[in-house]
């Protein structure tokens, strides 16, 4: 019998926030059917979980006796002095956020083992990790905030080119990380520390103007058959210049994250252009599963701008459809339903190999 499976965890600074995720996926979905629980463990090894239930397991991870698991084939192996077939997988779905689990990684070792999942393709999620390459790929149809790409290659240019050309209040960021990790607000007098602090977590960092007085707003986004399925638009609520990790995941909002105002009280002229750019965006990337795109308006201009795309949203963005009537176990369903499957291989012989000419 083929299983449905669910998979978090990972190599990646939101490690917890993931098992959380799919904790949170695996007790709704049980009610509706059986689920097997795989743990990505920061060795980026597979674990089988299913038996796991209480979260706090999970706080000691040098010690979960859990047992290692082989994923090939489109099925589960108990890895031991021999394999030992554990069950064929029908699909996989993906709540890894961040590192090997949101940048196509992972996405790719699936479909090489024939393993169906729900996300979106390797090239995309690779691309949308990429704050910078993602705005390239948009911003002719899309606002983005002014920015500049720093690495440890073109520091001393990319620092003096904001030094000259930005405002002063700024936003410091990596390139590659999700959920506010390592995001500071700064000025021109401090924003180089920053970039340092970030070449520690990641390769490369992105500077941005900072919109002072800033309203952000999120909107959720699937894929069913021929149709996107627009969220309802949410406005999160902070004291904080931006959007923290501590305001997303920190505060008890049951397993929401962070206060918001659902549906955000907006314009109809604003709602439309923000539905408007979401499916764009989706489209444009060619994304799978469910995402989240976040975006800033700036009071002082009424400018929205597009901040960035989240493949794998925490708590799979339910709480956007809820709004719209779509309940957590009926998001999944049809989530699953427009899973990524592997195609089949067709190898062309062409008699290169044994040509005299070799």
Same mark, same amino acid.
């Given at each position: ?55 706090? %397991? ?53 479909? %090489? ?20 390459? %993602? ?51 700064? %000025? ?171």
């Amino acid at each position: 019998m083929k299983k449905k499976c669910v998979i978090f965890g990972g190599a990646s600074c939101e490690h917890d926030v993931s098992i959380i995720t799919g904790m949170q996926l695996a007790k709704k979905f049980s009610a509706k059917e059986e689920i097997e629980k795989i743990y990505l463990g920061l060795d980026n090894k597979f674990y089988l979980a299913t038996k796991v239930t209480d979260l706090k %397991t999970f706080s000691d991870k040098k010690n979960l006796k859990l047992k290692e698991i082989v994923i090939k084939d489109s099925s589960i192996f108990i890895k031991g002095v021999l394999l030992k077939k554990y069950c064929e997988i029908d699909c996989v779905i993906n709540c890894c956020h961040g590192g090997i689990g949101e940048n196509g990684t992972l996405a790719g070792f699936f479909l %090489t083992n024939k393993v169906s999942y729900v996300g979106s393709s390797p090239l995309s999620a690779g691309i949308t990790m990429d704050k910078t390459l %993602t705005k390239k790929l948009i911003d002719k149809k899309i606002n983005t905030i002014k920015g500049v790409l720093v690495t440890k290659e073109n520091f001393d240019d990319a620092t003096k080119k904001i030094e000259k050309e930005f405002k002063d209040e700024l936003i410091v960021k990596p390139n590659s990380l999700g959920s506010s990790i390592g995001v500071k607000a700064c %000025t021109k007098n401090d924003f180089k520390d920053q970039i340092l602090a970030i070449f520690e977590l990641n390769d490369d960092a992105l500077v941005e103007e900072r919109i002072v007085d800033l309203i952000e707003y999120n909107q959720a986004c699937f894929r069913d058959k021929d149709e996107l399925v627009l969220s309802a638009i949410e406005q999160p609520i902070t004291k904080s210049k931006f959007l923290t990790f501590k305001d997303k995941y920190q505060n008890n909002c049951k397993g929401k994250g962070t206060d918001r105002i659902i549906p955000a009280k907006i314009e109809k002229k604003l709602q439309s252009k923000i539905e408007k750019w979401t499916a764009e965006i989706y489209e444009t990337l060619s994304l799978g599963g469910v995402v989240r795109v976040d975006y800033i308006f700036d009071r002082e201009t009424g400018e929205l701008y597009f901040n960035e795309v989240n493949t794998i949203p925490g708590s799979m963005a339910f709480y956007l459809y809820e709004e719209k009537g779509i309940d957590y176990v009926t998001l999944i369903e049809r989530l699953i339903e427009n899973k990524i499957s592997p195609k089949e291989f067709t190898f062309i012989e062409t008699g290169i190999l044994s040509s005299k000419n070799i």
